[in-house]
């Protein structure tokens, strides 16, 4: 098959890219750098099945060649990174996601997209069915993000209604592993450097707010198989293993054998109080659930940053 992947020198679209490569397919990645990095995909640029086309999507883009799906991954995705490009982030969720809606539909490809834990906001039910419908603050500095993703959602379901596209929404929730960017400003990248620098870790608020960690390689798998079911509603893909920032700083803090403290700090505002996904549907209609365990992926994001730190010193 022929794959677009905007957003494709990113964390999640960098190891989509790999495993399509691995899998013999071609890849064309789209990104324009914004928080993608070349690094990232670097060692795919001697691959023939590999073109980068280096552009943002949120511009008007044409592809000279047949295309099989469309995988829109690109978007700042860090509350950090969208705070510091809120109208980027804007763009490449509402313009983004139609220019690359209206590649598929001119290719006849098929479309996925990346969408987000953040569609349901601080919830008021845990843990979030898809059925949930959220609850966002539209002005809030996270607004920029989760009603970007609000909002491709719903061009993703009227392309799918009015042009019959081949559609899928995997509602992504916290993921980590390998090629996260060190210096992104989320927990596990700045707990582990942190760690690893000797600095105190910077728990948010009380640190009584929870996540649930999914390993990259558990959601390349789940996207895969979204690929090849039928569904055209939103599925969660995440790890239901919810824990709150201080267990997940102390955690990170044995595996590392650091030294560090941990330095309890403000709250960002509308920061979520707790997120973990339901995941019955992924589990009964794409018979898939994470399996990765915890410290398993722990321990080899923090070789890589080990690596990473290393290169850079
Ligand atoms: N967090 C933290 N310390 C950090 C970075 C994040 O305590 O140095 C908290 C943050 O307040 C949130 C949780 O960790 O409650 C997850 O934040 P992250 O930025 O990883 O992503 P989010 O799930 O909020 O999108």
Not at 5 to 18: N, R, V
Not at 67 to 87: E, G, T
Request: proline share 6%; charged share 25%; net charge neutral.
């Amino acid at each position: 098959m022929n794959i677009v992947i905007t957003g494709g020198a990113g964390f999640i679209g960098s190891h989509l890219c790999e495993f399509f490569l691995k899998n013999e397919h071609r890849v064309i990645c789209i990104d324009n750098f914004l928080t993608g990095r070349r690094e990232n995909v670097a060692t795919f640029l001697s691959n023939p099945n590999f073109r980068l086309i280096e552009q943002d999507i949120s511009k008007h883009l044409s592809i000279n060649e047949p295309v099989d799906w469309i995988l829109h991954f690109a978007s700042p995705a860090s509350p950090v990174d969208y705070n510091r490009y809120p109208i980027q982030t804007l763009k490449v969720g509402a313009l983004g996601t139609h220019n690359s809606l209206g590649i598929a539909k001119l290719k006849k490809a098929g479309f996925l997209l990346a969408s987000t834990s953040e569609v349901y906001g601080d919830p008021e039910c845990n843990p979030q069915p898809e059925s949930y419908w959220g609850n966002v603050n539209p002005i809030g500095p996270r607004g920029v993000y989760d009603e970007a993703k609000r909002y491709a959602e719903a061009m993703v379901m009227a392309y799918h209604r009015v042009h019959k596209l081949n559609t899928r929404i995997a509602r992504i929730f916290n993921t980590y592993g390998e090629r996260m960017r060190i210096e992104d400003g989320r927990a596990v990248p700045n707990f582990i450097s942190q760690a690893l620098k000797g600095e105190a870790l910077t728990v948010y608020g009380n640190g009584k707010q929870t996540r649930s960690f999914c390993y990259i390689s558990d959601l390349i798998k789940g996207l895969w198989k979204l690929m090849n079911s039928q569904i055209n509603e939103p599925v969660n893909l995440g790890n239901p293993n919810e824990l709150n920032m201080t267990d997940i700083a102390e955690i990170i803090l044995e595996l590392t054998k650091s030294k560090s403290s941990i330095s309890y700090c403000d709250l960002p505002v509308d920061d979520p109080k707790v997120r973990r996904p339901d995941i019955s549907t992924a589990k009964e209609k794409l018979n898939w659930m994470p399996e990765v365990p915890l410290e398993q992926g722990l321990k080899k994001t923090i070789e890589y940053f080990q690596r990473v730190q290393n290169v850079t010193k």
